[in-house]
């Protein structure tokens, strides 16, 4: 990515996360409330992820899960119980992503990129796949919009958190490096539309090398 992509880039985030929290940040506060209700606990959930170079950065989601001690996996399949009544409908319609439109207008995040891991998995990165760590964390973007299901990808597999490092992360890596290296604006505005119309842009692809689809 050109110095002049980043700066068009960052000056698209910072326009768009401005005008969608003038246009939604009613909702997200009518949203944070009913999952305090829901959860029993603070309607907003912040957990430190990797960003740009490696920084550590606290994304701020809605929150959709309660706390149950016993589970300590961060891992979420589509049937975990920790998902409250409310924070099923959130993560269907990815509305728990919402409060991240802050962090894009901090410079944290951008609307599209690598979703940002917790620690420790960007240390697994070597060669050119570091490349990654080298543009912000987006809301959405190509590994995104492939694993869209990846709850239910997951809830396939006795062990997720072994399939999940295993198969779905080298995946995204690849994905994101993809992403990397034919970085255009113009994709960028693309991978937008395609999340909020739902469009299922990888399903083929996805089912051709996963055997998995939904219904």
């Known amino acids: 990515m050109s110095p ?3 700066i068009v880039k960052r000056l698209f985030d910072i326009t768009f996360s401005l005008i969608g929290l003038l246009l939604f940040g ?3 506060m009518f949203l944070y409330i009913i999952a305090a209700f829901d959860t029993k606990l603070s309607g907003f959930f912040i957990q430190e992820r990797i960003g740009i170079h490696g920084r550590i950065v606290r994304i701020i989601k809605l929150r959709t899960m309660r ?3 016993e589970i300590k996996t961060s891992i979420t399949t589509a049937n975990d ?3 409250s009544r409310f924070g099923k409908v959130f993560r269907k319609l990815k509305l728990d992503e919402l409060p991240q439109l802050i962090n894009v207008l901090k410079g944290d995040m951008s ?3 690598p979703r940002p891991d917790i620690p420790g998995y960007a240390d697994k990165l070597e060669g050119r ?5 080298n543009i912000r964390p987006g809301i959405t973007g190509p590994a995104s919009l492939f694993f869209r299901f990846e709850e239910g990808l997951l809830s396939n597999h006795e062990n997720p958190d072994v399939f999940n490092d ?3 992360w080298p995946k995204k890596v690849e994905l994101n490096r993809e992403y990397v290296t034919n970085y255009s604006l113009l994709r960028d505005i693309y991978y937008i539309f395609v999340t909020i119309l739902g469009i299922d842009i990888y399903k083929n692809k996805r089912e051709a090398e996963f055997e998995y689809s939904i219904v």
């Not at 796949?129 to 760590?133: K, P, T, V």
């Open 67 to 69: 706390n149950i001690p």
């Open 4 to 6: 002049a992509q980043r």
């Open 129 to 133: 796949d570091r490349e990654i760590l």
């Open 166 to 168: 295993s198969i779905i």
């Open 111 to 113: 609307f599209v990129g």
């Open 26 to 28: 009613w909702l997200i």
């Open 81 to 83: 119980p920790r998902i």
